[in-house]
């Protein structure tokens, strides 16, 4: 693929992109110019990848969840910059001439790709285990007893958190799961996670 002739993104992307800012801006609880400042500043730190080849015609949603070697060699390139490169991967994939940029949704949609083949597997095996536990109505410190005897404990609060976002529990389940997260942060002392689908974080965070 040839370089593009100006690092620029589409003109339509513009207006699209800064409407997904808006947008972001209730969840990340981030003023809607700054998160665009942030995206804008991603496209130039990282413009050698961002800006290589040309920008595709329409929104292809198989290559906007695919990660080629390219992109995996991107998003691995250097320790301490996945989150950075992430979203500008994320980024990258959504934008085409037609439509300018994909807004929120694909976004999500390149997330959720990225989530299930990459992350989700190494939580499989703790949800499949708190599954087996909260059906047979163990409490929330035995089961995080049980859990501990074969996961780590941020493995585990991770998973957990993974589930309700994810699988949308019943509210039995989801209130077996904010009991351990509460243990987790409190007798565990883990740190404050940042993630609000921790309901402990949610509650410190959002009292």
Known sequence: MGKRAKRKIPRNAVESLLGTCEFLSEEWKKPASEIFKHFLELMDRYADYFFDGSWPEKYNYEEATTF???DM????AKKGEFG??????CLKKNIN????????F??????????????????KPVIEAFTGLAHRN??????????????????????????????????STRKLIGEISELVHTSEEIPPCGNFRCSWYSRQKYP
Request: aromatic share 16%; charged share 35%; proline share 3%.
């Open 106 to 123: 694909g976004m999500f949609w390149t997330q959720q790709a990225f989530h299930e083949k990459f992350v989700r597997p190494a939580f």
């Open 73 to 76: 060699d991107f998003l691995l």
């Open 68 to 70: 080629t070697d390219e």
């Open 84 to 89: 950075d490169r992430y979203e500008t991967i």
């Open 138 to 171: 163990e409490n929330a410190q035995s089961a995080l007893d049980r859990l501990k005897k074969h996961f780590e404990t941020e493995l585990i609060h991770d998973s957990l958190t993974d589930l309700i976002e994810h699988e949308y529990p019943d509210e």
């Open 97 to 104: 001439l037609e439509d300018g940029f994909q807004g929120y």
